[in-house]
Structures are given as C-alpha cells and as structure tokens.
T-cell receptor
Framework: AQSVAQPEDQVNVAEGNPLTVKCTYSVSGNPYLFWYVQYPNRGLQFLLKYITGDNLVKGSYGFEAEFNKSQTSFHLKKPSALVSDSALYFCAVRALNTGFQKLVFGTGTRLLVSP | EAQVTQNPRYLITVTGKKLTVTCSQNMNHEYMSWYRQDPGLGLRQIYYSMNVEVTDKGDVPEGYKVSRKEKRNFPLILESPSPNQTSLYFC?????????????FGSGTRLTVV
C-alpha cells in the first residue's frame, strides 16, 4: 500500500528565513512524488514533482525538494520565505509500477510565514 | 488556458435532494478523478476514470456516482445527499503519459448538506 506522512500540522517561520516542510512516503518500488499548494478558497496548484533523475527538484515560486531514497523522504524547501508563501501544502505519492489509479495525499501542512 | 472547471463553487442543499457537481477539462486528458477534502484527513479519492466509459471506485465511493460519457466531462452525482457528505470536493485530471503525469485540479466545490 502507498502512504504519505506529513508529520507537522503547522510550520511557522519568519519572513526571510529558510523553510522546510517535511514529507515521508511508503511505496513498493520507485515513486512518483509531488508537492501541491492550496491557498485559501482556491484549488490545489502544482509546485514540483520527482519521477527519476536528479534528486534535487526545482519547482514554482522558488521552491525545491530533495528526494532521499534511503530515508524515503521528499522534503519541500525554500531558501528565503515570503509572507505570501503562507498556505496549505500537500505531499503526494504514487508507485511507478502500479496503475494510474490515484495519487495518495498526506494530510497537509499549514505554513505560516510571519512578517 | 489549460484548466479544470468545476461548478458550482458553493452549494447548500437539504438531505435527500439529488445534486450534480460538474467537472470539465480542456486538456484532452484521459484520466479524471474526484476527491474530497476534510480537515485532518487530507484528500481522499471518491472515483476515478481512465477514459470514456471506464470508471472505478476510489477509497470512499459510498453515496456517490459518476459517469464518463465524454472525454472532457466527469460529473459527480449525489443521489441522496446526507450531512456526512458535507465537504470540499475537487475534480482533477491528468495525462497518462509518464512524462506529463500529474494532476491538474479544479477550484473546488464546497458542499453543505443540512
């Protein structure tokens, strides 16, 4: 079975500081990994994905994520947080060798960036 | 603009009154899916479709129906809504091509059943 864990319900960071939103996953075989962001009263927007290749993936709005196979993690990072980054962030996973039935999502992490 | 369009954005209805939430995509995606989002539970899949006339249950299909008569449309039907179906619903679509795989989401439908 596939699963995703986002261990922090909320992450607080000051503007200008680096941020990390954590994600660990469990799949059989190699994973597709995704990060999505949800702003208030909006749908989920794609940030970045990992399928194969370079373990460091760069995405939208200056975000990046590092795939770590040994730790089964895919943490989202940004060197310098903005107040406008405050939102709900979801990590999602699907095994490469399974059907396209679904992405499995974590429960989400709320990021609050203070001025 | 490539997008997934859901309607309505907000809906308040009474228990037992049939309703349909529409979903349409303009990207010629084969795959479409419905999720519901509830606090503390994240997103849970209701139904999905791999192509026209091909649909299957997700993790929480009870009380819902779907149809896929055209490639672009994937409506969600609640035949007899109940208060436990009060939730935020998202439609998503994706190409099945491995390189382009990844969901595009609609803006969501906030449903309240009283």
């Amino acid at each position: 079975a596939q699963s995703v864990a986002q261990p922090e319900d909320q992450v607080n960071v000051a503007e200008g500081n680096p941020l990390t939103v954590k994600c660990t996953y469990s799949v059989s075989g190699n994973p597709y990994l995704f990060w999505y962001v949800q702003y208030p009263n909006r749908g989920l927007q794609f940030l970045l994905k990992y399928i194969t290749g370079d373990n460091l993936v760069k995405g939208s709005y200056g975000f990046e994520a590092e795939f770590n196979k040994s730790q089964t993690s895919f943490h989202l990072k940004k060197p310098s947080a903005l107040v406008s980054d405050s939102a709900l962030y979801f990590c999602a996973v699907r095994a490469l060798n399974t059907g396209f039935q679904k992405l499995v999502f974590g429960t989400g992490t709320r990021l609050l960036v203070s001025p | 603009e490539a997008q997934v369009t859901q309607n309505p954005r907000y809906l308040i209805t009474v228990t037992g009154k049939k309703l349909t939430v529409t979903c349409s995509q303009n990207m010629n995606h084969e795959y479409m899916s419905w999720y519901r989002q509830d606090p503390g539970l994240g997103l849970r899949q209701i139904y999905y479709s791999m192509n026209v006339e091909v649909t299957d249950k997700g993790d929480v299909p009870e009380g819902y129906k779907v149809s896929r008569k055209e490639k672009r449309n994937f409506p969600l039907i609640l035949e007899s809504p109940s208060p436990n179906q009060t939730s935020l619903y998202f439609c998503a679509s994706s190409s099945l091509d491995r390189k382009n795989y990844g969901y595009t989401f609609g803006s969501g439908t906030r449903l309240t059943v009283v």
